[in-house]
């Protein structure tokens, strides 16, 4: 029985702003992959770099388990990964130079990878599975297995041959994701996410995917992985998974980490349903947009299920950027939907995103005033990052020089010219997130004051908070008008 030792390449250490977030969540498809591998008779173990605190520690565990294959195989369902951080690419090609040291035939599948398959063969890997990679690897580890040598039937592979980078013609996507077993939960040592989890937050939270894709078009989404195609798990199958997980390593909430959940008509009813029938009580957390969040009993159907909180790639509060971006959403949907979500118990969160090809600063007070009128219960904060694969990508490719991805996600940095410099932007984003937790502070204020027995130490404690947030706002306004000023 031939071995594989499976790694992914995200070392949440290298990535300062997540560590100290605090929410590790296991490597999806790492786990999916390596099920469908063992189910087909090959010997699985796993390395999890998640908590690593250097690449070097894979090397006792190639000499341990003395595998014929080194896989990478990234989470394609992590928006960190899809991301492709540089620190992360460096930890890569350091565990494909360990592995081939020791022999072994390495393989590797992620988003940078398939990006920069070139990059990662000259850099020392055998074989780049392109796009969605379980099918294509299992071929590929069959045929080393069985001694062949012509790889060209292979779909989805780039490799060398004579010397030159080849590739075989792209894989379609798998359209029936029950057919695929339930990740291997097993190989991966669950405390240390349970154990930050509890130390963090006070509560145990898993990661499930229920679909694949995003058949939507904004044009600076990248999908190297799963493209424009949408295909989706039934939710008898994800019931399944839930109860195991639920019996097995006793979560407390899951990470829904669908690029988009429940998109097909009916899906969130029967779902919702069988979450009844089956006495599950659990919370959970999802992605959304707020077209589709609009339509049906979708809303009532999530809360009825659990969902606690829905983060929304709202993007701009300025109908001209989500345009330009070819979002198909509207700002009055923004609008809607926050307040049916707050309606119904359910916390909205957003996606925000400044710094798009043509904003103006009229656009981005359109954002500010959004945020602070409707209040989101979280908002994440980007600037446009221009990834291969996207149309905005094709408009900036030009401008972008040595410097292609962020070495981490808190680097903010804006590789392209637009209407401000960039540490305009990275000023930006602390001035709109004091300002944001200055009107929350204020909110908090209103509630003491109009119902003063019914508050609790969270709202005393927000409301004091205004005596930090007003101050503070304040300051970060003055900074930005003195970066806008001088252009810095």
């Not at 928006?79 to 992360?88: P, R």
Request: hydrophobic residues 40%; aromatic residues 12%; glycine residues 6%.
């Amino acid at each position: 029985m031939k071995k594989i030792l499976f790694t992914h390449s995200y070392f949440l250490r290298f990535d300062p702003k997540q560590w100290a977030t605090g929410q590790p969540y296991a490597p999806l498809g790492t786990l999916y992959a390596a099920a469908l591998l063992r189910e087909n008779n090959y010997q699985v173990s796993l390395f999890d770099t998640m908590f690593a605190h250097q690449p070097e520690e894979v090397i006792p565990q190639l000499e341990k388990s003395c595998p014929d294959f080194f896989v990478i195989y990234d989470d394609g369902f992590n928006y960190l990964t899809k991301m492709c951080l540089t620190n992360m690419r460096e930890a890569a090609f350091k565990m494909i130079q360990f592995a081939k040291e020791k022999g072994c035939t390495v393989i590797v599948s992620s988003s940078d990878s398939t990006d920069r398959f070139e990059m990662y063969l000259e850099k020392g890997a055998d074989f780049i599975l392109i796009g969605e990679a379980e099918m294509t690897l299992l071929e590929l580890v069959n045929a080393i297995t069985k001694n062949e040598t012509d790889f060209f039937k292979i779909e989805g592979l780039a490799f060398k041959q004579d010397g030159a980078v080849v590739k075989t013609v792209r894989r379609n996507v798998l359209k029936e994701l029950d057919s695929l077993p339930l990740p291997a939960w097993d190989v991966i040592d669950i405390e240390p996410y349970r154990n930050m989890w509890l130390k963090q937050h006070g509560y145990f939270s898993m990661n499930m995917g229920t679909t694949r894709g995003c058949p939507f078009k904004c044009n600076w989404c990248a999908k190297p992985i799963y493209g424009n195609r949408y295909n989706t798990r039934s939710p008898e199958n994800v019931i399944a998974e839930l109860m195991m997980l639920k019996e097995n390593y006793h979560f407390d909430h899951i990470w829904f980490c669908d690029d988009i959940f429940g998109l097909k008509p009916g899906w969130v009813n029967t779902f919702a349903n069988l979450v009844e029938i089956n006495g599950l009580r659990f919370k959970f957390k999802m992605q959304g947009r707020v077209d589709l969040l609009l339509q049906e009993n979708n809303i009532k159907d999530l809360a009825r299920a659990g969902c606690d909180n829905i983060w929304m790639g709202a993007e701009s509060g300025s109908q001209k950027i989500l345009d330009a971006m070819e979002k198909g959403t509207a700002v009055e949907q923004i609008y809607e939907a926050t307040r049916l979500l707050k309606k119904t118990g359910i916390k909205p969160s957003f996606f925000i995103q400044f710094g798009y090809l043509g904003e103006t600063r009229a656009d981005i007070e359109k954002t500010i005033a959004m945020i602070n009128e409707l209040l989101p219960h979280e908002i994440g904060i980007s600037v446009s990052y221009p990834l291969p694969g996207t149309g905005f990508y094709e408009k900036v490719k030009d401008q972008l020089k040595e410097k292609t991805n962020w070495t981490d996600s808190d680097e903010l940095a804006l590789m392209f010219s637009n209407t401000y410099k960039p540490a305009f932007y990275k000023q930006l984003h602390s001035y709109v997130h004091k300002t944001y937790r200055k009107h929350i502070a204020f909110e908090n204020l209103k509630q003491l004051f109009l119902h003063p027995f019914a508050s609790n130490a969270r709202t005393i404690k927000k409301a004091l908070s205004a005596l930090y947030y007003i101050p503070a706002s304040f300051l970060e306004k003055q900074k930005l008008r003195q970066i806008e000023k001088t252009g810095a």
